[in-house]
T-cell receptor, first 110, second 114 residues
Framework: KQEVTQIPAALSVPEGENLVLNCSFT??????LQWFRQDPGKGLTSLLL?????REQTSGRLNASLDKSSGRSTLYIAASQPGDSATYLC?????????FGKGMKLTVNP | EPEVTQTPSHQVTQMGQEVILRCVPI?????FYWYRQILGQKVEFLVS????????KSEIFDDQFSVERPDGSNFTLKIRSTKLEDSAMYFC????????????FGPGTRLTVL
């Protein structure tokens, strides 16, 4: 059974810190791994998608890496801002369906 | 920028009633999905839909659930006889291709079953 784990469940940091969010998955036969952000009461916004043939993707202050052999992905957020406060979800795309972790609630304090 | 839309944003219904949740996927997308998120829990896959038929479904998607693409733009999720445990946020998503492709999510419909 595919499982996705995100630890810690919550993180509170002061503004300006560089952050590392971790995601572990069980199925090495993934097609891609996607990071989303979810604001309270809202839908999911795709941040980055890493295809299985790639090792990392970058968008602005965000950088995501993928290590299939160890079953891990990392989302790096540089110079965090209060607007980055949200729940961050990773998902393992092994087939059509996405398998999500519980997410990590990030609070960036001004 | 194109986006997935969902209506209504909030639906309140009595247990045993039928509800239809509506979604308008991004216009050139071919694959459509429903997910749900019970309060405080993970986002869970319900069903995927392509070429007017279900391509994959989860254990949650039992006979009480059905999906339909009644016209060229709408994608609906019907719950035939709602239960209290169906209360959740329901998200629609769409993608251009099947695998290794970004799924774009709608803002969700909050379903409350009383």
């Amino acid at each position: 059974k595919q499982e996705v784990t995100q630890i810690p469940a919550a993180l509170s940091v002061p503004e300006g810190e560089n952050l590392v969010l971790n995601c572990s998955f069980t199925d090495s036969a993934i097609y891609n791994l996607q990071w989303f952000r979810q604001d309270p009461g809202k839908g999911l916004t795709s941040l980055l998608l890493i295809q299985s043939s790639q090792r990392e993707q970058t968008s602005g202050r965000l950088n995501a890496s993928l290590d299939k052999s160890s079953g891990r992905s990392t989302l790096y957020i540089a110079a965090s801002q209060p607007g980055d406060s949200a729940t961050y979800l990773c998902d393992q795309g092994g087939s059509e369906k996405l398998v999500f972790g519980k997410g990590m609630k990030l609070t960036v304090n001004p | 920028e194109p986006e997935v839309t969902q209506t209504p944003s909030h639906q309140v219904t009595q247990m045993g009633q039928e509800v239809i949740l509506r979604c308008v996927p991004i216009s050139n997308h071919l694959y459509f999905y429903w997910y749900r998120q019970i309060l405080g829990q993970k986002v869970e896959f319900l069903v995927s839909f392509y070429n007017n038929e279900i391509s994959e479904k989860s254990e949650i998607f039992d006979d009480q659930f059905s999906v339909e693409r009644p016209d060229g733009s709408n994608f609906t999720l019907k719950i035939r006889s709602t239960k209290l445990e169906d209360s959740a946020m329901y998200f629609c998503a769409s993608s251009l291709r099947r695998l290794a492709n970004t799924q774009y999510f709608g803002p969700g419909t909050r379903l409350t079953v009383l």
